[in-house]
């Protein structure tokens, strides 16, 4: 074998090489980004299962506290007038409620919960309700404007749905 024969060889086998390690380092990549999109996928899923077990925690403690149940009623039921403590529940209570709405429009955001999902998580804020909306319009700065353009939304809906005209 000459000389060039052995050069032209290796400059061969060299290329090959190359391209060999180009279709695995493309490879070793794709693979890569599939299992940081599956594991950011189980994050937003254990995400919302917090979320769930977080409303049913506030869901329970509102079902077994008489004081709080009872408040709730008189809250979304009547026009009766709330005493300072109460009013002081009351903001509180909807403060995680309206949280609680937060983090759902954040998985819906992501993709995690669809639509009719997430109108599902925020019925539970009882957007008709003048107190509800009232304590809304105390509490909205403190969350993110897409929320607060969504919540907005669904209270300009309810009003127009609940016109005379």
Do not use: C
């Amino acid at each position: 074998m000459t000389r060039q024969r052995r050069k032209d060889l290796i400059e061969v086998i060299g290329f090959v090489a190359i391209i060999a390690s180009l279709i695995f380092v493309g490879l070793e990549t794709r693979n890569s980004a599939e299992q940081a999109a599956l594991t950011a996928q189980a994050l937003e899923l254990s995400s919302y299962q917090q979320l769930m077990d977080n409303i049913s925690r506030m869901n329970e403690a509102t079902i077994e506290d008489p004081e709080v149940t009872a408040l709730m009623y008189k809250a979304f039921r009547t026009a009766d007038e709330f005493t300072e403590l109460e009013k002081f529940t009351f903001a509180r209570a909807m403060y995680l409620r309206f949280r609680h709405g937060d983090m759902a429009y954040f998985q819906y955001e992501r993709g995690a919960i669809d639509a009719a999902r997430l109108r599902s998580v925020i019925r539970i804020l009882n957007l008709g309700n003048p107190r509800v909306r009232d304590q809304w319009s105390r509490v909205q700065d403190n969350f993110v404007e897409a929320y607060r353009h969504y919540i907005n939304n669904m209270i300009d809906e309810i009003g127009a749905s609940n016109s005379p005209d």
